[in-house]
């Protein structure tokens, strides 16, 4: 089905089951522990050994020798494999993957810290831990960059996209924006800073090989089945059609398991030479090097105004760096778009650095550049005198500002900010900083927009009718803990006219049509959407079978009827099961106009005026991001997305070691994420929208817009509380103790 | 002397820093390139325990955790890996009705123990009213830290209804209150990285039979 104008009425506009709050569907598998991800497959991989990754202990160099002898001898190894290896396994043709930027076994090369060097396979886990640590490996050290800041310096423009709906030129400009904002009466040029970020979810990178002659099993934890099908593929030399790439349940992704990791690939390596399957799972202290992250950044913001508070002038450049052919993180691409202003500049520099591999974690580009441009915002509402809501609301555009004839297909910004200012009881903000004391707590109140691009992507899916009336979706879809398989079933039922529970979803198998897969916001809306266009040809197979006119054919209530006529759908599949396939596609509607998601963040912090810790005491959101196909699980994106932005604000760092070229703090206990203690209750409204220009479901995505903004607002409430502007994320205690007031 | 009190060295630094090339061990970093010692292979130890009321008898490799007897050699996936290191949660069991990171114990040590794991709770079709709460609070996104937040939360319930005492309470000598803050507190050893604190905290008050009452910071 190609989507090339307007979506008319549908049958999803019904909302019976669409828009309506379900239970997630996998609810009673995952509460029991009944769910398998992708190391618990003992029944379909059973005898399966153990591999332990060794990884690289220096962060660029080579290696100059590996004595394997003490690990070949240890009990219970089956085998070991480097890259020295590759050849005589059958793998002459080994590579690297179209979206890994690093090779996923190194040597003699060593690209970065933890880079898999070797795995090493045993009988048991505890066996190939033991002997993974009599791996001997001697290195020429060779001189690294990790120091961002010194590597910005020489850095050149670099243009980039995160693959997810974030993009920018190496430079943009629009009018004069110098001249314009030498001109402005009021202006602000501030920079900030935003550490290396880990997407720490809770399942290590895990996976399960198993080979039948020349044909490859993998189960795994992985959020885009096609990519990582076709780049195992690519990585092993070997034909797409030989590997069954599988990803039924996903213990979190948030951006890391976008791509192929290096567990599958040394699953598969590994038990191609011990000649059984293997199981696979990255241990926690190797994950943060080993694996991607999101880069560090450094930007700087100018913005002039007028006295009025109208920007005249708006500059957003920003610097990150990445291994050698990396990419930027696009951090300035939503200023682009969220606010009016005649004269733009947005630029992006890309360092090279010998750090571990940067790439996308949830919302790329908009999380980091949100947390500086809404605190820009915030300094230059104190600086004209004016309420930070108002200063947003004035400078608001309905139109693309780059292409002024380019319409936003919805924009509530507006309300957003407005309804959550009411909500929230904003009028109780005193503008004047650390004016409001609770005890011995400074207390403030933030706010910031939240903005991030719908993007369109192809998606497939499969569905079957059968004799009993039950509706099986098939999708390469992954459910990373967003709700797919629910949503999917809420769409389905619609759609066909049956209760959810007469859905069965079958998701994350490579066997099945590609879907859009789970990143950038993009899954829940288009993924959806090709589930929609798969039940519009089922719903003509069905009225075919039952004789009835389908221009005039009803799907309720597990009936099909026609004008007076009326039958079971299962009748329609009494003589045989039906089956459906198609998937969505998309014309240039995204061309013609901008297609955004909106919300605004409000947050109340206390600062404890003896220690300067910081404890959230309120957070609202507010979205406006088309249908919200089940307010329950949307809503849990939302509040997730919060407490993420929460932790950036924070605590979370990668603390680089300059000296040795890793992140020091690679592990669940020195990577610091909130905690349940952390987080209060938490608030979210969704406001009443339907995108007709996005896709048939008229829903966009919400998983990265609950992200972009909050740690912003969290720090527009610390400075309120506290009278001190930290642009040096994260917020840490030691940042601004020295500065807090007296205390009386 | 100088050299001992030049506060620029470290450990590691000494160990690799001045020379062009550097030897040092894959994992973890050893103080000097000795050989390795030839390994033996490990005797093997029986024990015996329940899980989820069943007599299981196993033979192990001592090494073995808690938390891999269940996964690998009762095939009890329920129970998660997530760091492997006792910082995350993931692995929470009950033993005697007191929750463990079960990975920070081996099963060798629980001879003679009942363990409960999220499987001996409630199964999909007849869930435990904790397993219920969430999923009608929506407590748990991806699912893989939800049987330890279970089991935790199962657990915390019972500590403060036996007056275990936490460092949140306004009187350490008092009972304690199945308060928001109070079972924040005590769930704060579970991380969930999707977030979903705010309603794992409404399903928790609703097992506890209040609501989930804010304290402010």
Known sequence: ?744 | MADRLDPTLSRRGVLTGGAATAVVAATPAAAAPLPPRPAKATPMMPVRFTVNGESRSLTLDPRTTLLDALREHLHLTGTKKGCDHGQCGACTVLVHGVRINSCLSLAVMHEGDAITTIEGLGTPDKLHPMQAAFVKHDGYQCGYCTPGQICSAVAVLDEIKRGVPSHVQADVAGRPQASNMEMRERMSGNICRCGAYSNIAEAMAEVAGGAAKEDRA
């Not at chain 1, 005589?88 to 890994?100: E, P, T």
């Not at chain 1, 974030?166 to 202006?187: I, K």
């Not at chain 1, 196909?629 to 994106?637: L, M, V």
């Not at chain 1, 502007?725 to 205390?743: G, Q």
């Open chain 1, 1 to 744: 089905m190609k989507f090339d104008t307007p979506a008319g009425a549908n049958p999803i506009d019904r909302m019976a089951v669409v828009g309506r709050a379900h239970d997630r569907i996998d609810g009673p598998l995952k509460t029991t522990g009944r769910a398998p991800y992708a190391y618990e497959h003992h029944r379909e991989a059973p005898n399966a050994a153990y591999g332990q990754v060794v990884g690289a202990a220096v962060a660029k160099g080579m290696v100059r020798s590996m004595d394997l002898d003490a690990a070949r001898a240890a009990p219970g190894v089956l085998a070991i494999v480097t890259a020295a290896d590759l050849g005589k396994l059958g793998f002459g043709q080994f590579g690297k993957g179209k979206f890994n930027t690093v090779k996923l076994l190194g040597g003699p090369a060593v690209d970065h810290y933890h880079q898999a060097l070797a795995i090493v396979v045993a009988e048991t886990f505890e066996q190939a831990r033991a002997a993974a640590n009599l791996v001997r490996i001697d290195y020429t050290r060779s001189q690294g960059r990790f120091d961002l800041d010194e590597a910005l310096k020489t850095a050149p423009l670099t243009g980039g996209s995160s693959d997810e709906g974030s993009a920018a030129p190496g430079m943009d400009r629009v009018g004069d924006f110098e001249a314009a904002f030498a001109a402005a009466p009021v202006t602000l040029d501030a920079r900030y800073t935003t550490p290396d970020h880990s997407h720490a979810m809770m399942e290590p990178f895990a996976s399960i090989a198993s080979w039948t002659g020349d044909a490859l099993t993998l189960w795994t934890s992985n959020q885009m089945i096609a990519w990582g099908h076709g780049d195992l593929a690519k990585t092993l030399g070997m034909p797409k059609d030989k590997i069954s790439f599988q990803s039924a349940y996903v213990g979190g992704g948030f951006g890391g398991k976008l791509f192929l990791r290096t567990d599958a690939v040394m699953a598969a390596l590994g038990a191609k030479a011990a000649g059984r399957p293997v199981k696979v799972a990255l241990p926690r202290p190797l994950i943060a090097n080993n694996t991607t992250h999101r880069p560090a950044t450094r930007q700087r913001i100018r913005i002039g105004a007028t006295k009025d508070g109208t920007i005249t002038a708006i500059a957003h450049e920003s610097g990150s760096g990445d291994q050698p052919n990396g990419s930027p993180e696009t951090a300035v691409n939503q200023t682009k778009l969220l606010y009016a202003g005649a004269n733009r500049l947005t630029a992006m520099r890309l360092a090279v650095l010998d750090l571990p591999e940067g790439n996308a974690m949830r919302a790329p580009g908009e999380a980091p550049g949100m947390m500086a441009l809404e605190v820009a915002m915030d300094e230059m509402a104190e600086k004209l005198g004016m309420d930070p809501v108002a200063f947003r609301v004035k400078n608001d555009t309905q139109v693309d500002p780059e292409k002024p004839t380019r319409r936003f297909s919805q924009r509530q910004l507006v309300r957003c900010l407005t309804e959550g200012a009411d909500r929230f009881g904003w009028t109780r903000r005193n503008p004047k900083p650390a004016a409001v004391r609770d005890g011995r707590w400074l207390v403030g109140m933030g706010v910031a927009s939240a903005f991030r691009n719908h993007i369109n992507m192809a998606s497939g899916a499969r569905v079957r009718l059968d004799g009993r009336g039950v509706v099986t979706v098939e999708t390469d879809m992954t459910d990373i803990g967003t709700g797919s398989y629910t949503i999917i079933a809420q769409t389905a039922a619609e759609m066909m006219g049956v209760p959810v529970d007469a859905v069965v979803v079958r998701l994350g198998n490579s066997a099945y049509p590609v879907s859009a897969g789970s990143g950038g916001q993009f899954g829940a809306a288009n993924a959806t959407a090709g589930v929609y266009a798969a039940c519009v040809k089922l719903r003509d197979q069905v009225a075919q079978r039952l004789g009835y006119n389908s221009a005039d054919v009803a799907f309720a209530g597990g009936k099909v009827t026609s004008g007076n006529r009326s039958a079971d759908l299962a009748q329609a599949a009494a003589a045989g099961e039906l089956v459906a396939q198609d998937k969505i596609e998309f014309g240039d509607l995204e061309k013609q106009w901008q297609l955004s998601t909106f919300g605004a963040h409000f947050v109340e912090v206390g600062v404890d005026a003896y220690t300067g810790a910081t404890r959230l005491r309120r957070m609202l959101a507010v979205c406006a991001a088309g249908r919200i196909i089940n307010p329950k699980s949307a809503r849990s994106q939302v509040i997730g997305a919060m407490t993420m932005g929460v932790g950036s604000a924070l605590m979370e760092e990668l603390a680089v070691d300059p000296r040795f070229g890793l992140f020091v703090n690679h592990d669940l206990a020195t990577y610091e994420v909130p905690v349940h203690a952390d987080i209060p209750h938490q608030d979210v409204v969704f406001l009443d929208e339907a995108d007709d220009k996005a896709n048939p479901m008229k829903a966009k995505g919400v998983g990265e817009l609950g992200l972009c903004g909050v740690g912003a607002a969290v720090a527009n409430a610390i400075y309120n509380a506290t009278g001190v502007r930290i642009r040096d994320y994260p917020i840490t205690l030691d940042k601004h103790l020295e500065k807090l007031p007296a205390v009386a």
